[in-house]
């Protein structure tokens, strides 16, 4: 069966520090991966999306980027963290139209 | 442009009853998915329901069943014989086109309280 996990589970950074949340994916190959980020008490807002190795498309312009080093790995980053970058982050993979998995999320804090 | 409304910002159910969550969706996509989640205080999103806009039968899943009023634009979910660990927030979220893939574009949430 397929797997979705994420690390670090929770974080707490100072601004202008770097970032780096990592999501893989197990038992599946090829798989379409998401990023997605969950404001405190809202629903989530689409950050990037990988149909690939390398590549990578952005949704909204943000201090953030991802990359895709690998065909289950998927890496969100920032150079600066802002605290507008606080939030909770979740990874997701997708096998067709008719659903997401969601991993089980990072939770970010900016100070 | 596609946009997801859930009205109700908290509910409570008594235990054992059935609660509805309301969902209104807004899409000028001929073919189009809605799904629902439920995020439990731990935060991980669970996928509850799906159905397609051409599905002739209302979803079950379960305890889960879907009211899929296509006319109305609306897709309501709904829980039979709640239980506590249905205390939760649940999303309704419509499938959304993108270039080359496809994004999910979710309500604010309904947060449900189970009492015993």
């Known amino acids: 069966s397929q797997t979705i996990h994420q690390w670090p589970a929770t974080l707490v950074q100072p601004v202008g520090s770097p970032l780096s949340l990592e999501c893989t994916v197990e038992?599946?190959?090829?798989?379409?991966l998401y990023w997605y980020r969950q404001a405190a008490g809202r629903g989530l807002q689409l950050l990037f999306y990988?149909?690939?190795?390398?590549?990578i498309s952005s949704e909204v312009p943000q201090n953030l980027s991802a990359s895709r080093p690998q065909d289950r790995q998927f890496i969100l980053s920032s150079k600066k963290l802002l605290l507008s970058d606080s939030g909770f982050y979740l990874c997701a993979w997708s096998p067709s139209t008719d659903t997401q998995y969601f991993g089980p999320g990072t939770r970010l804090t900016v100070l | 442009a596609q946009k997801i409304t859930q009205t109700q910002p908290g509910m409570f159910v008594q235990e054992k009853e059935a609660v509805t969550l309301d969902c209104t969706y807004d899409t000028s996509d001929p073919s189009y998915g809605l799904f629902w989640y439920k995020q439990p205080s731990s935060g991980e999103m669970i996928f509850l329901i799906y159905q397609g806009s051409y599905d002739q039968q209302n979803a079950t899943e379960g305890r889960y069943s879907l009211n899929f009023q296509k006319a109305r634009k609306s897709a309501n979910l709904v829980i039979s014989a709640s239980q506590l660990g249905d205390s939760a927030m649940y999303f309704c979220?419509?499938?959304?086109?993108?270039?080359?893939?496809?994004?999910?574009?979710f309500g604010a949430g309904t947060t449900v309280t189970v009492r015993a």
């Open positions: 038992g599946t190959s090829n798989p379409n």
């Open positions: 990988s149909v690939g190795i390398g590549q």
């Open positions: 979220a419509m499938r959304v086109l993108l270039s080359n893939d496809y994004k999910l574009s």
